[in-house]
């Protein structure tokens, strides 16, 4: 433990990496599993035709639809420029504009980056990151006996046993976490870029994408989603802004209301409340990568203090009755 917190102090993005190949594991092994399971075969041969499945299925997004994606992105990243220059004329109007402008320049961005940043992340850059999270969860897939084994081997041989259920159940928590937000990120994007293309909204394809893609950080991710749709409406005049701003609070409330509690009925619920608060920590903490993680670290902190402290611990006090807790 002592040496685990050295890690994070020392070196907190290796930790951050290595729970994004565990998180990937958990995606791979799952659908490996379900695979295994019909089939009737093992799941390391599951494992392989859910990942030869997911290599047919971006092959496939690639020939079809990756040439309307990438010149609609192309076409995004050439207009958000002018929507920025719009906004500055229209803030310059006004008398507090230029003194707000002054503090929002690049080099203001710049300055608040924060220090968290490791040698990992400086050294490989994002590629090297994505490749080594790949190769965390394909061997952590294919076979995470061995490493739920080694962690057991650490413990006392008294609790063993005990770290086994909590090993499974952190396991499970992640993966009901996993299905419960593809599917959110799903309905997201599909009715985003839907409601849009109804509106006559331009790009509504790749902005659509843009908010399926960041609704997997509840809560912040659409505020951050919104932003390039805004500005996009914005020299478009004040009926497509509010047409804009209309779907995405629509959408949002959906899949906040409705959507997400009927999905984590039956997978994992979070409170809201703990959610933000990690979102914030993790994200001063450790930047992006952090933010993108603080919403499956929380459940499975959660499900791990459930089980080690509360059922262990604080449940057993209880059930010991008061004048043999005073003689103990």
């Given at each position: ?38 089939l ?23 020939v ?6 990438a ?23 006004y ?21 968290a940043?490791s ?22 897939a ?5 490493y ?70 509840p809560n ?7 932003a ?27 899949e ?14 979070l409170?809201p409340?703990l ?54």
């Amino acid at each position: 433990m002592a040496g685990l917190a050295a890690l994070v102090f020392v070196a907190p993005d290796v930790l951050l990496i290595v729970f994004a190949g565990i998180l990937l594991a958990v995606l791979l092994h799952g659908g490996g599993s379900w695979i295994a399971t019909r089939l009737g075969i093992r799941d390391g041969w599951g494992v392989g035709l859910f990942l030869l499945g997911v290599i047919v299925a971006f092959a496939a997004f690639g020939v079809g639809i990756a040439p309307a994606v990438a010149e609609q992105i192309d076409e995004l990243t050439r207009r958000i420029p002018e929507a920025f220059d719009t906004l500055r004329e229209r803030v310059e109007r006004y008398s507090w504009g230029p003194s707000l402008l002054d503090h929002l320049t690049p080099a203001t961005f710049a300055e608040g980056r924060t220090a968290a940043m490791s040698a990992v992340s400086s050294t490989f850059g994002a590629l090297g990151n994505a490749v080594i999270i790949l190769f965390i969860g394909l061997y952590g897939a294919l076979d995470p006996g061995v490493y739920k084994r080694g962690l057991t081997m650490l413990l006392a041989p008294s609790i063993q046993e005990r770290g086994d259920e909590v090993l499974r159940a952190a396991g499970a928590t992640l993966r009901n976490w996993l299905t419960a937000q593809l599917l959110a990120m799903t309905v997201v994007g599909m009715l985003t870029g839907l409601g849009l293309w109804l509106a006559g909204v331009p790009l509504a394809f790749a902005l659509g994408l843009i908010a399926g893609l960041l609704a997997f950080i509840p809560n912040i991710g659409p505020i951050i989603a919104i932003a390039p749709a805004l500005l996009l409406a914005l020299p478009e005049g004040r009926t497509t802004l509010l047409i804009v701003l209309a779907v995405y609070l629509g959408v949002q409330a959906l899949e906040s209301y409705v959507i997400t509690p009927l999905i984590q009925q039956e997978k994992v619920s979070l409170p809201p409340a703990l959610v933000i608060a990690a979102q914030l920590l993790f994200g001063v903490l450790f930047g992006i990568l952090g933010l993108a993680l603080a919403t499956p670290i929380a459940a499975v902190v959660m499900t791990i203090v459930g089980m080690v402290y509360v059922q262990s611990y604080l449940d057993r006090e209880r059930s010991i009755p008061g004048e043999a807790r005073d003689n103990s």
